[in-house]
């Protein structure tokens, strides 16, 4: 495994610290700690993103505290979800995959106190053809259990997120065609889609949050799927970020 910013012989602290305040260097992908004599740079020239003064692009960050028993509009969830993951009239989706075999599937998990707008609350595949949700799980039916597995015992201020997303990946969908390199891209898809529902839901004034504070085994076991061929890549929560009802109101 290479060191980053470290030595053979010996760490240098000092360097290590300064690869959170500046980009990595390229030697320093190399395999070199000489930060102190870094390679020439070519300045580019100013981009053409800004509007009004500000980026258009900017990313307003992960969310830290969601608004409690934030109940969300069921046209909301509809457009969230076709507009992230459903598949568009030319059979193609908002995010890429390699050979258009899309292996990853997504999991919604809508809280109780989230969701009210869905009729029942539980947990559903999303199927991204037909644009529906087919249901795993009630929450009197042990949709409890993979919330615990998902979020913890312990109450903490991501336990307020109005719903959730598990992101899985079929492995005989992703090795077909591609064998062991069809993991990699599977991975990539994921990334994918997690940036493309972060941003949809931005724009219907949602926030999200990468979450990873889970265990893979407890919750295969409490979805009732098989890690060895379908794994858990990752999942995200959505709310009502606090902060911004906060700002609304002073």
């Known amino acids: 495994m290479m060191d980053v910013g470290v030595t053979s012989q010996s760490p240098n602290v000092n360097n290590i610290e300064k690869l959170h305040l500046y980009d990595i260097p ?9 930060l102190d004599h870094p390679l020439s740079q070519i300045p580019l020239q100013n981009y053409s993103l800004k509007k009004n ?3 258009k692009n900017l990313r307003k960050g992960s969310a830290k505290f969601f608004y409690p028993n934030a109940a969300l509009p069921e046209e909301t969830l509809t457009e969230f979800l076709h507009g992230s993951f459903g598949e568009q009239k030319n059979g193609k989706r908002p995010y890429a995959s390699a050979g258009a075999l899309y292996p990853a599937s997504v999991v919604l998990v ?8 869905i009729n029942r609350t539980g947990v ?21 259990k993979i919330k615990e597995a998902l979020l913890g015992r312990k109450t903490h201020q991501y336990s307020d997120a109005s719903f959730a997303l598990i992101y899985l990946i079929n492995l005989d969908v992703a090795l077909y065609k591609y064998r062991y390199r069809g ?18 839901a931005s724009t219907l004034g949602l926030s999200s949050l990468i979450w ?13 799927i098989n ?10 929560l959505f709310g009502i970020d606090k902060r911004n009802d906060e700002k609304e109101q002073s």
């Open 26 to 34: 390229l030697h320093v992908l190399q395999n070199s700690c000489r």
């Open 53 to 55: 003064g500000t980026d």
């Open 110 to 117: 809508a809280f109780e106190d989230g969701m009210k707008t």
């Open 124 to 144: 559903f595949h999303y199927k991204a053809k037909t644009h529906c949700l087919e249901n795993i799980t009630d929450f009197s039916e042990g949709a409890e």
């Open 183 to 200: 993991y990699r891209h599977a991975i990539l898809e994921v990334g994918a889609m997690t940036s493309v529902a972060e941003r949809n």
């Open 212 to 224: 990873s504070n889970f265990s893979d085994y407890e919750l295969s076991s409490a979805l009732g």
């Open 227 to 236: 890690p060895t061929v379908t794994p858990i890549i990752m999942s995200q």
